[in-house]
């Protein structure tokens, strides 16, 4: 069931929108795949400067918990601040997690999402292109379903693109997910590195 959620969430992302990137980041234990579609490329979305994305990820940790979450966000730059850009949105996030190769209990909930990218501006120091990113995903037992009664996300990572269209990425990510049948609310957390490709 897990699997055939996670090729609809993709298969469907990418009908409705043009791709824009695509990341692959891992550490020691974990396995992450992350996708960023764009509106650019359809004419019909482009009515004013605002971008709606999608965005889609699917997080594989070693102690036998997957997660898959799909969300869209309008994104704009900040006029007053050069080289930022800020996204709002919310996303759904489904999770299995067990234990020894058992399902223990599943999470859903649709927390709300607030994103802030700095991008170094154009040749600075002479470097190739530079941006970091902070995100922040909540929510309550309001937004959560079944057992689950809080969903709390939070990254920072920074990017290089080393060549044309491929950067290189590392970062920081720590996931609560809570639920009323279990005390421990930690799902991951740890540092990870990657190769983003951008179109």
Request: hydrophobic share 40%.
């Amino acid at each position: 069931m897990f699997k055939k959620t996670v090729l609809a969430t993709v298969c469907m992302s990418t009908l409705l929108l043009a791709e824009s990137g695509v990341g692959l980041n891992i550490n020691e234990k974990d396995l992450e795949i992350d996708a960023v579609l764009d509106s650019r490329n359809l004419a019909a979305l482009q009515t004013s400067s605002t971008i709606y994305q999608a965005d889609v990820n699917f997080l594989y940790d070693d102690e036998n918990a997957k997660m898959v979450g799909a969300g869209l966000v309008a994104t704009n730059k900040v006029e007053a601040l050069e080289g930022v850009e800020v996204s709002l949105g919310a996303k759904f996030i489904w999770a299995e997690i067990g234990d020894n190769g058992s399902t223990d209990y599943n999470f859903a909930a649709a927390p709300l999402m607030a994103k802030v990218r700095y991008t170094l501006p154009p040749l600075m120091y002479n470097i190739p292109p530079v941006s970091f990113e902070g995100r922040y995903l909540y929510a309550p037992k309001v937004l959560a379903f079944g057992s689950s009664t809080e969903y709390n996300e939070f990254r920072v990572s920074g990017q290089v693109e080393v060549i044309e269209n491929v950067g290189v990425y590392a970062g920081y990510r720590n996931i609560h997910t809570r639920d009323s049948d279990i005390t421990d609310s930690l799902f991951n957390t740890g540092f990870y590195a990657g190769l983003k490709f951008t179109y």
